[in-house]
């Protein structure tokens, strides 16, 4: 199927190479294909063609992202939230992207930004949680963890961090209480990565293979303190 779809767009942009969403769809293979610098060239060229559609622009922060140009992604994202404010997914691209780059009071604000959107997003919550961590805001992730332990969220992993926030805190430092089992009946996770979805606007032949902006909703880990 992937050889497939990149044979059509190819062909498309042989008879047109000024058509936007050829270069959108043909990126959108390369990247499920984890062909990162080959998606960059192909969504480089759509937000060149376009500069104002979205999808271009968020696509080729994603992808940049991928391949850990983050300053580059930040000014894709950036262009990105510009056509959207209200983007869930662009918000969270520009926590993420400010977070790998050290830059902590920056991916608060996105990371924030992204919780307001959706309160009960666990990924939103633990991305936040993250970046207080990153800036040393310790009872803030602690708080962060705790909602996401209360939103359903009680993996092993999810339970350690909220362990070492807890060590790192003040409070921790004297005597680090458990965390919290969840009260509440576990919710069902909202997926933090996804197949490839439609994209409203896009053509008929490559809305398979638009990536989908969920895939960016990733956790990123705090390091030590």
């Known amino acids: 199927a992937y050889d497939e779809a990149i044979r059509i767009f190819e062909e498309l942009l042989s008879e047109n190479p000024t058509l936007t969403d050829a270069y959108l769809g043909l990126g959108g293979v390369q990247f499920e294909l984890g062909d990162y610098s080959a998606a960059e060239v192909n969504y480089a060229r759509a ?5 104002r559609n979205f999808t271009a622009q968020f696509g080729h922060g994603q992808v940049l ?18 056509l959207r404010p209200d983007s869930l997914e662009a ?6 992207s400010y ?29 936040l949680a993250s970046a207080y961590e990153l800036s040393g805001r310790y009872e803030d992730a602690i708080a962060q963890y705790e909602v996401a332990l209360e939103l359903g969220d009680t993996t092993p992993e999810v339970l350690l961090r909220v362990i070492g926030a807890y060590m790192k805190s003040k409070r921790g430092r004297k005597r680090p209480p ?48």
């Open 91 to 96: 918000n969270v691209g520009l926590s993420n």
């Open 47 to 51: 937000a060149r063609l376009e500069p």
């Open 178 to 225: 458990p965390p919290r089992p969840s009260s509440r009946s576990p919710r069902r996770r909202p997926p933090t990565n996804g197949s490839v979805v439609p994209t409203s606007g896009s053509a008929s032949t490559n809305s398979r293979w638009m990536p989908t902006s969920r895939r960016s909703i990733s956790i990123p880990r705090a390091g030590p303190a």
């Open 99 to 127: 977070f790998q780059s050290d830059q902590a009071n920056s991916a608060i604000r996105y990371a924030e930004a992204a919780v307001e959107l959706e309160p009960e997003l666990i990924a939103t919550r633990l991305s």
């Open 65 to 82: 992202e991928a391949l850990q140009r983050y300053a580059e992604a930040i000014r894709a994202y950036q262009l990105a939230l510009a």
